[in-house]
Nanobody, 123 residues
Framework: QVRLVESGGGSVQAGGSLRLSCAVS?????MGWFRQAPGKEREGVAV???????NYANSVEGRFTISKDTAKNTLYLQMSSLNPEDTARYYC????????????????????WGQGTQVTVSA
């Protein structure tokens, strides 16, 4: 069983930064971050593979960084140069598949979800 608990969301002005954290219990084999804004489809933001390789959505490439601290059992999403289009509820996710491929960022199957944390970016 995997349990995920996010923290670190909040409100920030455009151009600012936030770091999201996800406390992990259990033994997930692929982890990532998704986001969903009102009226929009869920978007796979970033995934990190067991070997540490990462994959990002084009919309956040170069601005967001996903990382994990195995000793602390924590997943992070460092977000910089935030803009109002980044406003959404962000979810930590584990055991992600897309089109049957493990760790596919678009994630049409996700084994475990956190409860989400809101990020609001004002202009």
């Amino acid at each position: 069983q995997v349990r995920l608990v996010e923290s670190g969301g909040g409100s920030v002005q455009a151009g600012g930064s936030l770091r999201l954290s996800c406390a992990v219990s259990g033994y997930p084999y692929c982890m990532g971050w998704f986001r969903q804004a009102p009226g929009k489809e869920r978007e796979g933001v970033a995934v990190i593979y067991t070997d540490g390789k990462t994959n990002y959505a084009n919309s956040v490439e170069g601005r967001f960084t996903i990382s994990k601290d195995t000793a602390k059992n924590t997943l992070y999403l460092q977000m910089s140069s935030l803009n109002p289009e980044d406003t959404a509820r962000y979810y930590c996710a584990a055991n992600i598949y897309y089109a049957g491929v493990r760790c596919g960022r678009r994630g049409d199957y996700v084994g475990y979800w956190g409860q989400g944390t809101q990020v609001t970016v004002s202009a």
